[in-house]
């Protein structure tokens, strides 16, 4: 299922949970996301930056800036600039919410499926 089609809650709680690891800025959290999906799901930065920014004015994350510089460049020009992020302790609140939240939607929808796999095997 690409990640596109999750609804906004699930796809908070996967970025959210891949910030629970550690500080990261919006490209490695994009990595991380296929990474830890195998490639099943992808979030691009149409996506990806616009639920940031919510994360951030609601203070589940707070920001801060890295200049990056390209190795072998001038060490006296300017790099670019690259935006952290990392969760905030009411983020790590969220993120427990989201998580209970969805282990109880699962666990609903698993005794509906033990009953279609029941029936399913029933010629």
């Known amino acids: 299922m ?3 089609d999750l609804k906004a809650d699930q796809t908070e709680l996967v970025v959210l949970s891949v910030l629970a690891e550690g500080p990261s800025y919006g490209y490695g959290i994009g990595k991380r996301v296929a990474a830890l999906s195998e490639g099943d799901w992808k979030i691009g930065p149409g996506q990806l930056y616009p639920l940031l920014s919510k994360l951030e004015k609601a203070k589940l994350v ?3 800036w890295e200049e990056v510089k390209r190795d072998g460049a001038d060490p006296d020009a300017a790099g670019r600039r690259r ?3 990392q969760l905030t302790a009411k983020g790590r609140q ?3 919410q989201r ?3 969805h282990r109880r939607a699962a666990a609903v929808l698993d005794r509906f499926l033990s009953i279609a ?4 095997a029933t010629p």
């Not at 796999?117 to 399913?120: D, L, T």
């Open 2 to 4: 690409p990640l596109s």
């Open 62 to 64: 707070k920001t801060s």
């Open 83 to 85: 935006k952290w992020y």
């Open 94 to 96: 969220r993120l427990a």
């Open 99 to 101: 998580v209970d939240a």
């Open 117 to 120: 796999g029941a029936e399913g």
